[in-house]
């Protein structure tokens, strides 16, 4: 079974910049998984922000962005806000018309 | 503007059928660029991707392993909604369930319902 990986909690300083990464349990992540990206509030559905590993979704910032580091698909938030606070995923196509998340990474911005 | 609204019981009983049904404004269930997703989220599972139907001349359908034995999605044309079904539920399928359009088949999910939460408690 595909286990997609995702730091369980990050912080970052408001202004500062941050990256969250999204892992294979076996193998490397590459643009082949259109990984993408969510952020999601307490309450709310989630948010799309990045798709196709680094196209923006309509009306997201250009302080956030998606790319392939290593390994594994990063998400990268330059210029942190306090309203970036937030619970992210990632989700890659693992094959066979399977999609799979990740565990999700709890941001902290302080 | 795409909108899907969620409907079903917030409560099932074990070895039950979980029913629940998203109803699509906006966009056509039988789209030939969308597909139609169900997607849960749990405090011990985190967000899980289900399954999900997409009409290409004719109806295609994909299901998560871990529940392949158990679940049906159906595309309901005349009334342009999408629903779910999860037979035999058990505590553990307890959470929110959403229901979300993915354009294109990219994992592009630019639209969701609002959630229901589901309880599975005798």
């Known amino acids: 079974q595909t286990v997609v990986t995702q730091e369980p909690s990050f912080s970052v300083s408001p202004g500062g910049t941050v990256t969250l990464t999204c892992g294979l349990s076996?193998?490397?992540?590459?643009?082949?998984?259109?990984a993408s990206w969510y952020q999601q509030t307490p309450g709310q559905a989630p948010r799309a922000l990045i798709y196709?590993?680094?196209t923006r979704s309509s009306g997201v910032p250009d302080r956030f962005s998606g790319s392939i580091l290593g390994n594994k698909a990063a998400l990268t938030i330059t210029g942190a806000q306090a309203d970036d606070e937030s619970d992210y995923h990632c989700?890659?196509?693992?094959?066979?018309?399977?999609?799979?998340f990740g565990g999700g990474t709890k941001l902290t911005v302080l | 503007q795409v909108q899907l609204q969620q409907s079903g019981p917030g409560l099932v009983k074990p070895s039950q059928t979980l029913s629940l049904t998203c109803a699509i404004s906006g966009d056509s269930v039988s789209s030939n660029s969308a597909a139609w997703n169900w997607i849960r989220q749990s405090p011990s599972r985190g967000l899980e991707w289900l399954g999900r139907a997409y009409y290409r001349s004719k109806w295609n359908y994909d299901y998560v392993a871990s529940v392949r034995s158990r679940i049906t999605i159906i595309p309901d044309t005349p009334n342009n909604q999408i629903s779910l079904q999860l037979n035999s539920v058990t505590p553990e399928d307890t959470a929110v369930y959403y229901c979300?359009?993915?354009?294109?088949?990219?994992?592009?999910?630019?639209?969701w319902g609002q959630g229901t939460l589901v309880t599975v408690s005798s």
């Open positions: 979300a359009k993915d354009v294109a088949g990219t994992g592009y999910f630019d639209y």
């Open positions: 989700l890659l196509y693992v094959g066979s018309g399977i999609w799979v």
């Open positions: 196709k590993t680094n």
């Open positions: 076996s193998g490397s992540v590459s643009t082949s998984h259109y």
